[in-house]
């Protein structure tokens, strides 16, 4: 049977539909828990409150082992009639906004304002009403649903959830397909995983005063040279690689030479050769920065030395285009009358993905912007979000086998 | 008659004795005004309390036409027989110590320790001793003697209150010589003045996603252009120059192209000439780094522009050996037992140096370390601090006359 026909079928059933109609009716519900849980602030590393108050969700929907792991996830099983075989149905807890911001949300009509709400507590509340709409239709699927809300997705959080659940987790052996469904669009799939890799790069010396002590080695020299290298390092189109120079600092005071600076490199790949490459080279230039810092300039006082230090490990993946989540996917968000594309991104799918377990982003229904930003919105159109909720939920159930 | 004979005519002379003997008498005094006025706090750009008090100093001492000018410095005149013309003699009321440092003085002995105690503080309090032993000897001069406690001398300051004087202050075309007392030590006679002009240079782009804007210019890859060509600039020994990439900037985030990056630099010459020529060749390198910038990635959302703010300016200057205070100074510090040497510095002298007026730095007397710490100290052990004092008031006396 193809994806279509797969996808068609699930939406004819008479169950799927008396699960739709459920998610209809319980659209202010839905926005209600978005509202509760984007007002509990998730910041990066303090997601604690959050998970607390998603776990007791989570039980009170009467899942299955309910649990939080050692990292912080939190996660409930929805048992199947198979032998345990599990599709995780992920959205992250946190979110890129510190600790004391202000994430009240203001709603003007079917717009909702607040930092994170669509990036990704919508989420979080969209699987808890599609677990609900599974019971109130009977819906019985053959492999078990795992509810996943899961921390440190954003920035220097690093994956650390995810990561943790398919490296030390207990169910990581018997995930058969993963969804993250994070931020409103359905339209844009993502079944590839940029991978990158980041460096804090500090360079210290003896420094001393820029007159008298002038000849000595500076580490601003060798930094300099280290960026130069990055900037001339090859990067293909295809797989799209790339590397940054992004954040740097350092020195004491303008009549010193510094005796320590720093710069902060991001480098991506959508492959993982690719990124191994680029590291390599990467790693190597710097050395050779140093040393050529170290061969101009005198070293009488102590040379320049080097300290790479990763801040960011995200591997990159793919899941391919025939395979059967990213075609039933597809299918399922055509069906709804959007235009699928197939996106790189770098998501808690990138994990999965890496390990060659079947896994994509999909969307939680609706629109929304201007994501990592205080004036984050989502746009929540009762029909609007419902046809985005139907692509998903036909998706998942594709995926672990709608009982008929 | 030389320079030693002129100094030893001076050492010899009753007068002169009686006001050594006042200064010996007076030790303590000194000591006690130079604690009073080392807690009297006076940041950089905030000397204003201190100033008062010197300001009151001044006139409690006697002084005509006692005043502060527009900038902050404040002076009095001692008048002499001859028609005006001045010789100044300076000491800096500024500090390099940030407001809210602990400037309480702890005394052990003959050693105190203190922020700005020796730099510049107790030339304050000498120069006060320096007008109070001339009048109970009774000893006339030549010239006025213009006492100066002048502001702005450290860092950022930028030498404004000596370089005010000199080129709005009503005295400016009065003065034959100029004298700074800075710092214990007279052995160490700075005759010449290292120029420095300092940039703080802003490189600025659009930025944007370090994966999604891959390809756009990145201003700091040029700066790290800037930062290598000035690297490799010359830099004679002889006069001196030297330049240093000091402090630098910027970036938003790991993930994204810097918007802005930014550099301090530090640029010296004992010579203008050289100064200007490697300030000159400093910015054609900069703009040739923005230039290449933009030519090796993509301008489409718009080029590196960069901006070069001045931060610093000290003139380069001179007083050649065979002036007649270098002379007069050298045998009055050689005449007391000291070993002296002639250096190159940046001090307040600087700016008369500039102009070609007669100007170098002598000392207060004593000895001092750690200038610029907060373990700042000096050393008043009597018999030597009257050896110095005895140096830079024959000194100054040469320089302006002392009637017989």
Redesign the interface.
């Known amino acids: 049977m193809t994806a279509e026909a797969t996808i068609a079928r699930i939406l004819a059933h008479p169950r799927f539909r008396d699960a739709v109609g459920v998610l209809a009716r319980e659209h202010e519900r839905i926005v209600a828990d978005t509202i509760a849980l984007t007002e509990i602030p998730a910041p990066p590393f303090a997601e604690e409150r959050r998970a607390a108050a998603y776990l007791e969700m989570l039980r009170a929907h009467g899942l299955e082992e309910v649990e939080q792991d050692a990292i912080g996830n939190v996660m409930g099983r929805r048992r199947g009639s198979g032998n345990g075989s599990t599709v995780v149905v992920a959205a992250h807890l946190d979110t890129v906004f510190p600790a004391g911001t202000d994430t009240t949300v203001r709603r003007e009509g079917n717009r909702l304002l607040a930092p994170g709400i669509g990036d990704d507590t919508r989420s979080l509340a969209v699987n808890l009403g599609f677990l609900r709409a599974l019971d109130a239709a009977g819906i019985r699927t053959r492999a078990d649903i795992l509810v996943l809300g899961d921390v440190g997705e954003e ?1 220097l959080g690093d994956l650390r959830g995810v990561r943790h659940f398919f490296t030390e987790g207990r169910h990581r052996h018997a995930v058969e397909a993963f969804f993250t469904v994070d931020s409103p669009e359905v339209d844009r799939i993502v079944t590839g995983g ?1 991978g ?1 890799k ?1 460096y804090r790069v500090t360079f210290r010396a003896p420094g001393g005063h ?2 008298g002590a ?1 000849g000595l080695v ?1 580490p ?2 060798a ?3 280290a ?2 290298g990055l ?1 001339d390092l090859a ?1 293909p189109r295809d797989p ?1 690689t ?17 005796n320590a ?1 720093w ?4 480098l ?1 790949s959508a492959d993982a050769t690719e990124l191994a490459r680029l590291e390599r080279e990467f790693l190597a230039g710097v050395e050779a920065a140093v040393a050529a810092e170290n061969a ?1 300039r005198s070293t009488r006082e102590g040379p320049v030395t080097v300290d790479c230090a990763v ?2 490990d995200r591997p990159a993946g793919h899941t391919p285009a025939d395979a059967a989540i990213v075609r039933l996917a597809t299918a399922a968000v055509a069906s709804q009358g959007f235009s699928p594309t197939h996106e790189w991104s ?1 998501t808690d799918a990138n994990i999965p993905m890496s390990l060659g377990i079947p896994a994509i982003k999909i969307g939680s229904g609706g629109r929304g912007g201007r994501a990592h930003s205080l004036e984050e919105w989502i746009e929540v159109e009762p029909a609007e979000c419902l046809r985005g909720m139907t692509a998903s939920l036909a998706t998942i159930l594709a995926a672990a086998g709608m009982e008929e």
Request: charged content about 15%.
């Open positions: 920035g940029v990158s980041r820029s007159y002038f500076n601003a020299y930094m300099a040279r960026m130069l900037a990067a799209k790339t590397h940054c120079a992004s954040v740097l600092g350092g020195g004491t005071s303008v009549n010193a030479i510094p600076v710069m902060e490199v991001d991506r101009a801040i960011g770098s």
